[in-house]
């Protein structure tokens, strides 16, 4: 049966999608659909967020990563899918594992030779996404938005470290806390 979730878990959209799927039901991103959201407006509330994200994507693939693959009805791409869905946050232990590999590289040439194209590809690849994000933009003057793409890097190390942190949590056991997203202040007139 398809529906409920856990009240403890931080994602519960999430585990519902992977239950809607393994219960037979397709879903799917709505790109017309209307959202009304908003974003931490300080580093520490985007940290909060991001923590919370991450750690909820580890209850999820803890919870359902092994059922989702097991699951014959579903057909093998759609598994893979699911898994990659569920695992969320987890591509950042590859690229911290490539960075531990790059240091050693460094501090002893030869000993783990990690090639340059993977570096290119693992952080070319958001740079291409903004930009043709900022180019299809239905804005009138994207190009304004060009020199915040100097900071996409400091992010990149941000949720990286986040990453670091809540795996690191679940690794210890250490309790998952819901936080609501921070909201902005709105002023009267």
């Known amino acids: 049966a398809a529906g409920n979730f856990r009240p403890s878990l931080l994602l519960e959209d999430s585990d519902l999608t992977l239950g809607l799927a393994r219960a037979g ?48 009805r579903l057909p093998l791409g759609l598994r893979l899918e699911l898994l990659a869905f569920a695992l969320g946050y987890a591509d950042r232990l590859a690229l911290m594992a490539a960075a531990a590999l790059t240091a050693l590289d460094i501090m002893w040439p030869g000993s783990a030779n990690f090639p340059l194209w993977l ?3 693992s952080f070319g690849v958001p740079f291409i996404q903004i930009v043709a994000a900022l180019r299809l933009a239905p804005r009138k003057s994207p190009a304004r938005m060009y020199p915040y793409l ?14 670091a942190w809540s795996m690191a949590q679940t690794a210890l056991r250490r309790p998952a806390k819901w936080t609501a997203t921070e909201r902005p202040l709105v002023r009267e007139a």
Not at 38 to 48: I, N
Not at 150 to 163: G, K, R, S, T, Y
Request: cysteine-free; glycine content about 8%; charged content about 15%.
């Open 119 to 121: 570096w290119l590809i």
């Open 25 to 72: 039901y397709r879903t799917r991103f709505v790109t017309d659909a209307i959202a009304f959201t908003s974003v931490p407006e300080t580093l520490s509330g985007y940290w909060r967020q991001h923590v919370r994200w991450s750690r909820g994507f580890q209850q999820v693939a803890g919870l359902q990563g092994g059922a989702v693959w097991r699951d014959a």
């Open 150 to 163: 100097a900071i996409v890097p400091f992010f990149f190390a941000l949720d990286l470290a986040m990453a």
